[in-house]
T-cell receptor
Framework: EDKVVQSPLSLVVHEGDTVTLNCSYE??????LLWYKQEKKAPTFLFML????IEKKSGRLSSILDKKELSSILNITATQTGDSAIYLC????????????FGTGTRLKVLA | GAVVSQHPSRVICKSGTSVKIECRSL??????MFWYRQFPKQSLMLMAT?????????EQGVEKDKFLINHASLTLSTLTVTSAHPEDSSFYIC???????????FGSGTRLTVV
């Protein structure tokens, strides 16, 4: 069965800390891996990764995919309270209809 | 950027009634729309995939007669929760694929409460 697993499930850090969120997957027909940030409502897109070893960066956030290890990490440096959210990892599966398989998410809380 | 408009954002209905949720792609054509539900503190669970002009594909365990999906045009997909019960209370959200290099964009979600 296809699945996406994220770790840790939850994390509490202090402002200024660096965090690393993990996502591993077992998907039959992998196309891409995406990271989202979800606060109150709809998830907002962070990164889309298709190639192994190429880091994507946006401000204090960065992510990289390792297709050999079937995993990805999301790094957040110099965390701020505004980074508090659920971070979702999703893998695009092209078996049949294109669709996402979501991980359980990592709930990050950044304390002032 | 690509926007999916979802309405209503919040709805409270009585047990036994039906509720329709709409998702519109505002500046692109969404041939495929995905419908998810999310329970508190849990991840998004795919319910069904709707394709314009054809029947929706439902995930295992999702009752197609209860969650009616219609995708009559390239810009509109609807999810109707029929004969709603309190256990249907959840956050429902749609998403559409924009382009291969961009990924997917989500609607703002609908919080359904059945009383």
């Amino acid at each position: 069965e296809d699945k996406v697993v994220q770790s840790p499930l939850s994390l509490v850090v202090h402002e200024g800390d660096t965090v690393t969120l993990n996502c591993s997957y077992e998907v039959t027909n992998f196309r891409s891996l995406l990271w989202y940030k979800q606060e109150k409502k709809a998830p907002t897109f962070l990164f889309m990764l298709t190639s192994s070893g190429i880091e994507k960066k946006s401000g204090r956030l960065s992510s990289i995919l390792d297709k050999k290890e079937l995993s990805s990490i999301l790094n957040i440096t110099a965390t701020q309270t505004g980074d508090s959210a659920i971070y979702l990892c999703a893998v695009e599966d092209t078996s049949g209809t294109y669709k996402y398989i979501f991980g359980t998410g990592t709930r990050l809380k950044v304390l002032a | 950027g690509a926007v999916v408009s979802q309405h209503p954002s919040r709805v409270i209905c009585k047990s036994g009634t039906s509720v329709k949720i709409e998702c519109r792609s505002l500046d692109f054509q969404a041939t495929t729309m995905f419908w998810y539900r999310q329970f508190p503190k849990q991840s998004l669970m795919l319910m069904a995939t709707s394709n314009e002009g054809s029947k929706a594909t439902y995930e295992q365990g999702v009752e197609k007669d209860k969650f009616l999906i219609n995708h009559a045009s390239l810009t509109l997909s609807t999810l109707t929760v029929t004969s709603a019960h309190p256990e249907d209370s959840s956050f429902y959200i749609c998403s559409a694929r924009v382009r291969a290099t961009v990924g997917y964009t989500f609607g703002s979600g609908t919080r359904l409460t059945v009383v």
